[in-house]
Protein backbone atom coordinates (compact mmCIF):
# COMPACT_ATOMS: atom_id res chain seq x y z
CA UNK A 1 0.00 0.00 0.00
CA UNK A 2 1.46 3.47 -0.91
CA UNK A 3 2.15 6.21 1.31
CA UNK A 4 -0.54 8.33 -0.26
CA UNK A 5 -3.22 5.92 0.31
CA UNK A 6 -2.28 5.46 4.38
CA UNK A 7 -2.27 8.80 4.43
CA UNK A 8 -5.95 9.67 3.09
CA UNK A 9 -6.81 6.52 5.23
CA UNK A 10 -5.78 7.76 8.25
CA UNK A 11 -7.44 10.67 7.39
CA UNK A 12 -10.60 9.04 7.03
CA UNK A 13 -10.58 7.01 10.27
CA UNK A 14 -9.46 10.05 11.82
CA UNK A 15 -12.75 11.66 10.51
CA UNK A 16 -15.11 9.10 11.33
CA UNK A 17 -13.94 9.15 15.00
CA UNK A 18 -14.25 12.88 15.35
CA UNK A 19 -18.11 12.64 13.81
CA UNK A 20 -18.55 9.70 16.38
CA UNK A 21 -17.93 11.55 19.38
CA UNK A 22 -19.69 14.85 18.36
CA UNK A 23 -22.49 12.97 17.82
CA UNK A 24 -22.37 11.21 21.85
CA UNK A 25 -21.46 14.51 22.63
CA UNK A 26 -24.79 16.45 20.85
CA UNK A 27 -27.22 13.25 22.24
CA UNK A 28 -25.77 13.40 25.60
CA UNK A 29 -27.00 17.08 25.53
CA UNK A 30 -30.22 16.05 24.04
CA UNK A 31 -30.69 13.22 26.39
CA UNK A 32 -30.69 10.98 23.69
CA UNK A 33 -30.71 7.79 22.70
CA UNK A 34 -28.07 6.26 19.90
CA UNK A 35 -29.44 2.67 18.06
CA UNK A 36 -27.02 -0.14 17.25
CA UNK A 37 -27.12 -2.96 15.43
CA UNK A 38 -25.41 -5.91 17.87
CA UNK A 39 -25.53 -9.88 16.38
CA UNK A 40 -28.62 -8.44 14.13
CA UNK A 41 -31.14 -7.48 16.63
CA UNK A 42 -31.64 -3.22 17.34
CA UNK A 43 -30.40 -1.85 20.06
CA UNK A 44 -31.57 1.63 21.70
CA UNK A 45 -28.50 2.81 24.51
CA UNK A 46 -28.85 6.26 26.25
CA UNK A 47 -25.81 8.35 25.05
CA UNK A 48 -25.33 9.18 28.73
CA UNK A 49 -24.84 5.46 29.60
CA UNK A 50 -21.33 4.85 26.84
Known amino acids: MSEEIKD???KIL???ALSYE???AQ???E???LV???????V???A???
Do not use: A, N, Q
Open 36 to 42: FSKDGEI
Open 44 to 46: KVK
Open 14 to 16: KGI
Open 27 to 29: KKK
Open 22 to 24: RLV
Open 8 to 10: IRD
Open 31 to 33: DGY
Open 48 to 50: RDL
